[in-house]
Every structure is written in C-alpha cells, then in structure tokens.
C-alpha cells in the first residue's frame, strides 16, 4: 500500500519567529520616562522613550506660554541622564526658565510621593504662570517611584 504524504502546513522562519517574539517582549517592558504636568489646573502625563540623541527630541506645548522638553538617554553610559527642559514660549522665541539633570538611573526612592524628581514648581514672571511637575520611570503601565 503506497504512502500518503499529508501535506505540511507553512511554518515560519524560526529566527524570523524568535526575534519577532523578543522585540515585542522588549516593547512591552521597555522602559518609559512618564511626567505628570500641571498647569491652569489641568494635569496631562506625557511620555518619553530613550532616545540615541538628544538633538531630536521636540518640545511639547503645555498651556498658551509654557513648551516642556523631555530628553531620556541611556546610551552610551558616560553621557546615560534624564534631562527635563521648561521654555517660556514668547513672541520672540523660546527661553529656557529651567533645566533639570537627573542621573541614569535615577536613585530609588521607594515610597516616594513626586517619583525620582520630587515636585518642581517653574515660575514664569511675565504672565505669572505656575507649570508644576514631577516623573517617575514606568516599565510598562504606571509610574514607578
């Protein structure tokens, strides 16, 4: 009696399968810098992901007068820091009112109300505005302290 030959259904290519499944775990638990805003009495959490330069990374309106810049680098480790920028948006052009560094990764401070930065209050004198803030590292959903 003559053997069939079942047909073999399409397999993919494994190492195409395994590097598939590693960069979607790596995406999933990839590290997020998230910084809670406030201004006008409206808060808005914005994300940041590590970026290789800083010189790309763009500055996010808050408000009418106030543009927040995130920068996140891990890489390389001499130059690895969280790098926080408020500007004053004037007719003139941005003005930077605050710069903060912070080290990557940042200290733990476990129980922490105000993550790793505590709570930041920048004044801007012209118009009298309050923009406070405050971040945290998530690695998937939430903050982290």
Excluded at 43 to 64: D, K
Excluded at 98 to 112: E, I, K, M, V, W
Excluded at 118 to 123: A, C, E, Q, S, T
Aim: hydrophobic share 40%; glycine share 6%; charged share 15%.
């Amino acid at each position: 009696m003559p053997r069939r030959h079942l047909p073999i259904p399409l397999m993919p290519n494994r190492g195409l399968l395994v590097a598939t499944i590693l960069l979607l775990s790596q995406l999933v638990y990839a590290e997020t810098l998230r910084c809670q805003v406030t201004y006008g009495g409206e808060t808005r959490e914005l994300e940041a992901h590590p970026v290789s330069s800083p010189y790309s990374v763009p500055v996010q309106a808050v408000g009418s007068y106030f543009l927040f810049r995130m920068v996140f680098q891990k890489e390389p480790a001499d130059l690895a820091a969280i790098r926080l920028y408020v500007f004053a948006d004037r007719s003139t052009g941005p003005v930077p009112i605050q710069q903060a560094t912070h080290p990557y990764p940042p200290p733990s401070h476990a129980g922490a109300t105000y993550g790793f930065t505590g709570l930041n209050r920048v004044y801007e004198p012209i118009r009298d505005g309050e923009l406070q803030y405050w971040c945290a590292l998530s690695s998937a959903r939430g903050l982290r302290q």
